[in-house]
């Protein structure tokens, strides 16, 4: 993993943004990015693939960890190609406290994540841990 982020290139952070700690947090964060990716001018297609991960990561952030989470949308080069990079920031894994009643409707997300993005990864830092996603837009 480590060769590959050594082929990203960041450019300038564009967009963070609070995530409550609250299960309205996503449609909120959802719409709040929908706006922020019209006035990038996102087509379609990525504006859907990247709204997807948004709503799973921040999902994974507020049904996993502890808060405070950040949403950071960003610009990278991957391999020479513009990227779109969307990362959660969350303060750490909380303990389970229970299982959950469907477990057939939990555990998709980071597969999903994984199956729409250039590349995908978690940084564990001491501010706690960063999940991010690649999607290439040109």
Not at 93 to 113: M, N
């Amino acid at each position: 993993m480590a060769a590959q982020l050594n082929t990203v290139a960041r450019e300038a952070v564009d967009h963070v943004c609070p995530v409550p700690h609250s299960p309205a947090a996503v449609p909120a964060v959802r719409g709040r990015v929908r706006t922020v990716f019209a006035e990038w001018g996102l087509s379609p297609d990525i504006t859907m693939d990247a709204l997807l991960v948004v709503s799973e990561l921040v999902t994974n952030a507020l049904l996993h960890a502890l808060p405070p989470a950040t949403l950071r949308l960003s610009w990278v080069r991957v391999d020479e190609r513009r990227a779109l990079r969307i990362e959660v920031t969350d303060a750490g894994h909380v303990l389970p406290s229970r299982q959950s009643a469907c477990p057939d409707e939990h555990g998709r997300g980071i597969a999903i994540v994984t199956a729409l993005s250039a590349r995908c990864g978690i940084r564990v830092h001491t501010g706690g841990i960063t999940r991010w996603a690649d999607l290439l837009t040109a």
